[in-house]
């Protein structure tokens, strides 16, 4: 598992933006708050949360997320990377999702406490500021993604529960 400075040099080779850089390493902090509190793999957390948007680098559209799985294998990042990269996205996409949204067809749902933290610390930081998640599942509601929204809420009640507390407050 990559440093945090190695993953940041990472960030940089590949040309991400320092927009791009900040918010990975505001998400990375938020991550690492709600980590603390679970069993979760902290190098993996920090280095995931780092990463998670390396597929910017080449696109700011939503497969940006597959793109970036794609640099990581590349790279040769661990499974565990490219999972956290590849399920950020959202508050996860199930396959029918991803598909109408051009995406390959297949599913993009947080499967380890660790997927599930960054996506979720990636959701409560707007650009590389913190906000409550209540602001984004106001957000896709306005856009009319109703399941986006229902995710994002099942999602953050799901690592409020593990932490003890509103995963807003950490």
Known sequence: IPSA???????????????????????RDVAMRIAEKTDANLRLIEAGSLLHDIGRSKTHGIDHAVVGGRIAKKLGLSDKIIGIIEHHIGAGLTAPVAKSLGLPNKDFMPKTLE???????????????????EVEVERAMVENHKEYALQLVKLHKEISDLIGMDANLV
Not at 5 to 27: F, P, R, T
């Open 5 to 27: 400075d190695e993953c940041i040099l990472l960030l940089e080779k590949m040309g991400c933006s320092e927009e791009v850089i900040c918010h990975s390493k505001a998400v």
């Open 115 to 133: 997927e599930k933290i960054v996506c979720h610390a990636d959701n409560l930081i707007d650009d590389c500021s913190r906000q409550n998640i």
